[in-house]
């Protein structure tokens, strides 16, 4: 292994940030640059995970893994009952513009703090001195909460499409719940194989997976514009409707939002594979804003195009394969096998996108048990010797998921729920780590330095982005109809609370007498 690290090391100069000083810097793939290791040493962290990502390769992993395009189709029936074509064209361009102020505020405390705990380690650092121990340790539950209901989640989607297409092509099939959970045990299963075995290759993986995402983009669009019925521009952008039955068009929108917040979360995906990226306070945060102006770019044109190609909103709401995106474009195609080949480019990425979920929640999972902030710390965050990876976090996060999905086969209700609790748990870490830097700024306290700053609009866009996220967190909550039956309930809000009860619980019986908060680890001559 040694020899293999020092075939590594290589000289390279610093970065256009710092040429002026002519100084080159010795960079090898497990100890990165001069920044990494001062950032680590800065941070009280010992460097276990190997640095092979680059720009391109977690810029694609985050594009992946957000894929907005791919997301905004498989979910277009969210707006289309809440706001119509029109309301989800504009929707999605609210939700774009706010979650744009969101991604460039963590963009840049990731610059400041490049580390796999990302959320909860910004908290501790950053929170009024008092609160930073319990606001972190929450967050860091929230954050744990969040990655790790994405997996099944994720494998739900690639399963159930897969679903659709066996009905699509047979329509004697008859989809049981069972077939469902198979489904995400084996998206699970590919996506822990690439998360161990392949581990080292996961980088070289992210780039031909982004041609697939972008290629595949211009497969369907091209598709699309060429052989689909197309409805008149005012029918598309004017068609404001309230499908679901809320009574209110306005309100109707907003509960539709979920969908563009949905294909636009997970921007914090990047910062937890921070220590494996390579000049990370430099990179991560322009590899996080440049995924998020081109996905937002990707989904807002599928969008609008889907939305010109649906023809009959009705026949495409009620489809079969229970994916409206599936229905038009066989409506499209007037082809099984065309229809297939085009859905199978949406199943694909869903695929790899399980595998970067996969790898952002253990790498998060490993960090916040370094810190001493779960049960069985030790044994999630040790690196195994050879692996560079924290391969019992990757083992967990892979039986947690495999538990989740078997949910599924007794209520794919509460299965649904828990898969989508993701949403707002995520949000929360956001609001809460975003709302330290504006209080710090608002109190003039001193920032980290950072390669990357917002300067004087530093407070101004970390207030927006605040505000928004506290609109969008309230909605995450909202079922998709109005006066639902049991099985049309949203419960996120109960099993939300049940976890926040739970780690609170654990915080005052165990956890404050363990748990001390990043911050407590910094290296005060840094």
């Known amino acids: 292994m040694e020899d293999f690290k020092a075939a590594d090391t290589v000289v390279e100069p610093r970065d256009n940030a710092s ?142 499409q897969i679903q659709g297409l066996i009905i699509l092509n047979n329509e004697n099939y008859v989809p049981e719940r069972w077939h469902g959970t198979l489904l995400v045990i084996a998206v699970a299963t590919f996506s822990i194989i690439f998360n161990t075995l392949l581990a080292r290759k996961l980088p070289l993986v992210e780039g031909t997976v982004l041609v697939l995402h972008i290629f595949g983009f211009f497969a369907v669009f091209i598709t699309l514009w060429v052989l689909a019925p197309r409805s008149a521009p005012s029918d598309v952008f004017g068609q404001f409707q309230d499908n679901a039955g809320w009574g209110n068009t306005g309100l109707a929108c907003l509960v539709g939002q979920l969908a563009p917040i949905f294909s636009l979360l997970g921007s914090d995906a990047a910062t937890h594979m921070s220590e494996e990226l390579r000049d990370a306070s430099y990179t991560l945060p ?139 748990a995520l949000l929360s870490s956001y609001i809460i780590s975003i709302s330290c830097m504006f209080v710090k700024r608002w109190r003039g306290e001193p920032l980290l330095p950072s390669r990357f700053r917002l300067g004087k609009a530093g407070i101004w866009i970390n207030g927006i982005s605040v505000a928004y996220l506290m609109v969008a967190f309230v909605f995450s909550f909202f079922p998709s109809f109005p006066h639902p039956t049991a099985d049309l309930m949203n419960w996120n809000i109960l099993i939300y609370g049940v976890v926040v009860i739970f780690s609170l619980v654990y915080f005052v019986v165990k956890g404050r007498f363990q748990y001390v908060g990043p911050v407590e680890y910094i290296q005060k001559d840094a």
């Not at 706001?83 to 361009?93: C, N």
């Not at 650092?125 to 972190?136: C, G, I, N, T, V």
């Not at 804003?289 to 889907?306: D, K």
């Not at 996969?358 to 916040?368: K, Y």
């Open 19 to 160: 040429a002026e000083s002519n100084e080159d810097v010795v960079v090898s793939e497990k100890k990165g640059t001069s920044y990494d290791q001062k950032d680590m040493h800065r941070m009280g962290k010992i460097q276990e995970l190997r640095r092979n990502f680059r720009f391109l390769s977690i810029f694609g992993y985050s594009m992946i893994l957000m894929a907005t395009w791919e997301t905004g189709l498989t979910t277009l029936i969210i707006p289309l009952l809440n706001g119509g074509t029109g309301g989800a064209i504009f929707v999605f361009l609210g939700t774009a513009l706010g979650m744009g102020f969101v991604i460039v505020s963590m963009a840049e405390m990731a610059s400041m703090a490049p580390t796999s705990g990302g959320q909860y380690h910004w908290v501790s650092e950053f929170a009024p001195r008092e609160h930073q121990k319990f606001l972190s340790y929450v967050v860091g539950w929230l954050c744990v909460l969040g990655w790790q209901t994405g997996i099944p989640s994720i494998g739900y989607l690639a399963g159930t």
């Open 286 to 424: 322009r590899a996080m804003i440049w995924t998020a102006v081109c996905n937002s770019i990707l989904g807002f044109l599928m969008l609008v195009t889907m939305c010109f190609c649906l023809g009959d909103v009705e026949s495409v709401i009620s489809t079969k394969t229970g994916y409206p995106h599936i229905q038009v474009f066989y409506n499209a195609t007037q082809s099984t096998t065309g229809a297939t080949v085009l859905a199978s480019i949406t199943v694909i990425l869903a695929v790899f996108g399980c595998v970067n979920n996969v790898a952002t929640s253990s790498r998060q999972l490993f960090a916040f048990a370094r810190d001493h902030g779960i049960p069985f710390g030790d044994f999630l965050s040790r690196v195994h010797p050879g692996w560079d990876i924290p391969l019992n976090s990757v083992l967990v996060s892979f039986t947690v998921a495999i538990l989740l999905s078997l949910i599924n086969i007794g209520s794919s209700v509460a299965f649904n729920s828990i898969a989508s609790l993701g949403t707002c």
